[in-house]
């Protein structure tokens, strides 16, 4: 069974700085895109950053670009989220998945249970 457990969520103030981890089991993702993006309560989902599980390019939407850095580490299947300058507007459940597909939030294979980023101002 393949399965994306997300953790390193919590309340922090604007300014702070989180890291989101994404642990992958049951299989390996090479050829896979990885992908993390978020869902703020009333909203829509909001594709946040992606990397090549392979090559290791990344991607990042504008509104975190020079904020947020995409990694992951292959010996150990997870995939990271590094999040500096957090923002109120930041505030959202943050998901990982596992997919084919670049700039997607909802074309994927594999999708975690989320976990909660709460910016206070």
């Known amino acids: 069974q393949v399965q994306l457990v997300e953790s390193g969520g919590g309340l922090v103030q604007a300014g702070d700085s989180l890291r989101l981890s994404c642990a992958g089991s049951g299989r390996a993702f090479s050829s896979y895109t990885m992908t993390w993006f978020r869902q703020a309560p009333g909203k829509e989902r909001e594709f946040v950053a992606a990397?090549?599980?392979?090559?290791?390019?990344?991607y990042y939407a504008e509104s975190v670009k020079g904020r947020f850095t995409i990694s992951r580490d292959k010996a150990k299947n997870t995939m990271y989220l590094q999040m500096n300058s957090l923002k109120p507007e930041d505030t959202a459940v943050y998901y990982c998945?596992?997919?084919?597909?670049?700039?997607?939030?909802?074309?994927?294979?594999?999708r975690g249970q989320g976990t909660q980023v709460t910016v206070s101002s």
């Open positions: 990397i090549y599980w392979d090559g290791g390019s990344t």
């Open positions: 998945a596992a997919g084919r597909k670049l700039w997607t939030t909802t074309d994927y294979d594999y």
